[in-house]
């Protein structure tokens, strides 16, 4: 019913960016909030940014000042732009959004699949 796709993961070396993207797609009559979670191998699932419909953010403190967080309302898209990234970011990155979908009267959240980011040299 509703989709969320990741892409942009990949290998990258300590200090480097990478830019991830999340598109939702399907029966949508309203995008909430958007998000970014990470899973490491043998952690938790953790917070990595938020972004409300209207634009405010909300950073892990892990991440602040390396990653921003957007969106492209129009396009469904919200996007992690990821600088200085060191080996410690390395996991599993998933995209998450609080979702009204066609003909309901309640919210959902939705979850990606995930794209792997690993920071090595």
């Known amino acids: 019913q509703v989709q969320l796709v990741e892409s942009g993961g990949g290998l990258v070396q300590p200090g480097g960016s990478l830019r991830l993207s999340c598109a939702a797609s399907g029966r949508i009559f309203r995008i909430n909030d958007m ?23 909300n950073y892990a403190d892990s991440v602040k000042d390396r990653f921003t ?7 469904n898209t919200v996007y992690l732009q990821m600088n200085s990234l060191k080996p410690e970011d390395t996991a599993v990155y998933y995209c998450n959004a609080g979702v009204r ?13 995930g794209t792997q980011v690993t920071v090595s040299s």
Do not use: F, H, M
């Open 35 to 57: 998000g970014w979670y990470r899973q490491a191998p043998g952690k938790q699932r953790e917070l990595v940014a938020t972004i409300t419909n209207g634009g405010s953010t």
């Open 69 to 75: 967080i957007s969106r492209d309302n129009a396009k």
């Open 101 to 113: 979908p066609l003909g309901y009267n309640n919210d959902y959240r939705y979850w990606g699949r």
